[in-house]
């Protein structure tokens, strides 16, 4: 499995990378600063095995992280991902719309510790992604 974090803020990203590394997540993890590259990333990383823990930004410019879930279940791309949506945002409605994306396993408000990832590797949906 690899880790995407998808984000506009260099310093959320490179906070992601720190507290990963304290958590104790390995392997490939790939930052990008918006959903188009991201989305280009996946398509041509199409191959059935691929497994994707993604961390999402939901409030970024251009597109936003709803559209980037819409447009990768429209791409019906031969992976299978898990998505963290991360944001700033506290508004009760988008952690709702968050309930009708099936790959979504967690939400995250803004700010985020360590312990928010070690309890992510805890869930049902990552089962052997640590070992």
Partial sequence: MKILLIDDDP????LQRKLMEKAGY???????SDGEHALGFLKDSNSADQRFLIFLDINMPGMS???????LNLLK???DFS???????????EQDKSEEYEQIIDFWIKPFSVESFQKLKQKRELDGFYH
Avoid: K, M, N, R
């Fill in 11 to 14: 310093i959320v990203i490179l």
């Fill in 83 to 93: 998505v963290v949506i991360i944001t700033s945002s506290i508004e009760q409605a």
């Fill in 77 to 79: 791309l031969p992976v």
């Fill in 26 to 32: 390995i392997g490939e993890i790939q930052a990008f």
């Fill in 65 to 71: 992280g709803w559209e980037f879930l819409d447009q």
